[in-house]
């Protein structure tokens, strides 16, 4: 199959790619290499150094002709879109607005979007959060997500677009970023490697669903093997962590003899979330199979790799 994936340079999109190609299909990669990186996208696939914003985008689909778009691109960061707004949906609603109209044109057949569940939801009364809660976004990235959603509805609606929603929670694992804002995985493991002490916003009692790279893949190519999906799915573990549990099982598994920081609180950050995972189980056959102790273990030992080299 044809398949194009956004951001597939990028931490989610780099894993995605390397099963889309283990598993026989053509694939081509928009990235505008911002935060991706050029060497994580491995022959045959083929990389088109592009912005999702940017008019070339057209003549890139209409190049490639894809059957489905895996849409991962995005700016990620929600203090940045909290201090520009502007700039966050600039990339996030507008750049993929560009990529639904040129999905439209050349006859894209369906697009899986990689979404925000914990984002979109913002605090609730009901956790695990299940897909039909009401929304309450409580900063310019979850509104961002979920208008995008909107869209991809409406575009479905309108010209038989296959759509699907993935509403990640907090996804983490080997290739993070461990310099950005978001990934607080990789940036404590990152820190505490070297001996640094990483900062725990507030008092370190909110909690997240906390899941794996490799099970975030498995549920997009589960998407791509049920074409009768349609709709926001929710990918997580339906299992709550605090940022106090996170930090210490990290300082276990580093052996670093630092301390517990606390900074304040962020900006637009909910209290609590964990997913409400049973519609996926149901519509898809998915169900995480990577524990955090794992996962965890896994990612701290591909920081250890990377720093001895």
């Not at 991962?72 to 960061?77: D, M």
């Not at 461990?178 to 909110?206: K, S, T, Y």
């Amino acid at each position: 199959m044809r398949l194009l994936v956004t951001g597939g340079a990028g931490f989610i999109g780099s894993h995605l790619v390397d099963r889309l190609v283990a598993g026989g299909h053509e694939v081509a990669v928009v990235d505008n290499l911002d935060t991706g990186r050029a060497e994580r996208v491995r022959p045959p696939a083929r990389l088109h150094r592009v912005d999702l914003r940017s008019p070339r985008l057209a003549e890139v689909l209409a190049a490639e002709r894809p059957e489905v778009v895996f849409h991962q691109a995005a700016q990620t960061q929600l203090r940045r879109s909290v201090d520009d707004p502007v700039f966050d949906a600039g990339v996030n609603v507008v750049g993929s607005l560009n990529l639904l109209e040129a999905c439209r044109r050349v006859g894209v057949r369906r697009v899986i979007f990689a979404s925000s569940g914990g984002a979109i939801y913002g605090d609730t009364e009901a956790l695990p959060t299940p897909e039909d809660h009401l929304p309450r976004p409580a900063s310019p990235y979850g509104v961002a997500k979920l208008a995008v959603e909107h869209y991809l509805a409406c575009w479905q609606g309108l010209y038989g677009i296959g759509i699907v929603s993935l509403r990640y929670a907090n996804v983490y694992g080997p290739r993070q970023d461990p310099f950005g804002e978001a990934g607080v995985v990789a940036i404590f493991a990152h820190r505490m490697l070297r001996g640094e002490p990483p900062l725990i916003n507030g008092d370190g009692e909110q909690t997240r669903d906390y899941v794996y790279v490799d099970d975030v893949v498995e549920a997009n190519l589960r998407v791509l093997e049920h074409p009768e999906v349609s709709g926001p799915l929710n990918i997580g573990t339906g299992l709550e962590t605090s940022v106090n549990a996170l930090f210490h099982r990290l300082r276990e598994l580093t052996a670093a003899a630092v301390p517990e920081r606390h900074g304040p609180p962020k900006a637009g950050e909910q209290r609590r979330s964990g997913l409400d995972v049973s519609l996926a189980k149901r519509l898809l056959g998915w169900t995480p199979r990577v524990g955090l102790a794992e996962g965890l273990a896994r990612t701290v030992e591909h920081f250890r790799r990377e720093r001895d080299a």
